[in-house]
T-cell receptor, first 113, second 112 residues
C-alpha cells in the first residue's frame, strides 16, 4: 500500500522530554516537509529536505530537529526547548522540486501532559 | 506580509448553491497553483492543480487562474454539506526556490 505513514497518531510529552515523530514514505519522492498547524490556523513550515543527508530550516525551526539518513524517512524531534509544542504535526512529500504538489500524511497530534 | 492571501471565512452557502473561494498571491512568476481540502482534525487533501491561465474543471470543481491579476479561485457547483471544510490555496514561490507557500485557508460551511 503506497503512501505516507506518520506515527504515532497521538503523542503526549512530559515537561523536559524530547519526543520523536515518525514520517515514512514509499512513494520514492525526493522532498519531504514538516509542518505545524495550530487550531484554526494555517500551516507553518518547520523543516524540509530535498535530498538525502541534507535539510533546511523553515519558518519556525527553533526547538525542533530533523534527520534525513534515508530517502524514505524524515523523523522530527520536538525538543524540550520547544516550550509550546501542542499542535497538529503534518509530514508532506513532493515527487521533486519542479512545481509538483505536496501530499500529506495523516498527521500526529502532540499534547503536553 | 503574507504572500498567499485567503479570506478566513467562514463562507456560508446553502446546499445546491455555487461556492466561490478566492486566493491572491504576490509572486508574479509563480508557476503552479493547488487547492487542498482539509476536514476538521484531518490532513489536507489535494483536490485541484492548475498551471495555466483559464479554467480547469474536474467534476463539481472548477479552478480558475488569472496570472495577470494574480489570483486563483475555486468554484464548487451544487455544494453539498459534505463539502464543508477548510480550503487551502498553495502557490509555488520562485523567490523561495519554487517552494509551495500555503494561504491560511477559507472555512466553507454548506447548510442543508
Amino acid at each position: 500500500d503506497g503512501g505516507i505513514t506518520q506515527s504515532p497518531k497521538y503523542l503526549f510529552r512530559k515537561e523536559g522530554q524530547n519526543v520523536t515523530l515518525s514520517c515514512e514514505q514509499n512513494l520514492n519522492h525526493d522532498a519531504m516537509y514538516w509542518y505545524r498547524q495550530d487550531p484554526g490556523q494555517g500551516l507553518r513550515l518547520i523543516y524540509y529536505s530535498q535530498i538525502v543527508n541534507d535539510f533546511q530550516k523553515g519558518d519556525i525551526a527553533e526547538g525542533y530537529s530533523v534527520s534525513r539518513e534515508k530517502k524514505e524517512s524524515f523523523p522530527l524531534t520536538v525538543t524540550s526547548a520547544q516550550k509550546n509544542p501542542t499542535a497538529f504535526y503534518l509530514c508532506a512529500t513532493e515527487k521533486d522540486t519542479s512545481n509538483q504538489p505536496q501530499h500529506f500524511g495523516d498527521g500526529t497530534r502532540l499534547s503536553i501532559l | 506580509q503574507k504572500e498567499v492571501e485567503q479570506n478566513s471565512g467562514p463562507l456560508s452557502v446553502p446546499e445546491g448553491a455555487i461556492a466561490s473561494l478566492n486566493c491572491t498571491y504576490s509572486d508574479r512568476v509563480s508557476q503552479s497553483f493547488f487547492w487542498y481540502r482539509q476536514y476538521s482534525g484531518k490532513s489536507p487533501e489535494l483536490i485541484m492543480s492548475i498551471y495555466s491561465n483559464g479554467d480547469k474543471e474536474d467534476g463539481r470543481f472548477t479552478a480558475q487562474l488569472n496570472k495577470a491579476s494574480q489570483y486563483v479561485s475555486l468554484l464548487i457547483r451544487d455544494s453539498q454539506p459534505s463539502d464543508s471544510a477548510t480550503y487551502l490555496c498553495a502557490v509555488t514561490e520562485s523567490n523561495a526556490g519554487n517552494m509551495l507557500t500555503f494561504g491560511g485557508g477559507t472555512r466553507l460551511m454548506v447548510k442543508p
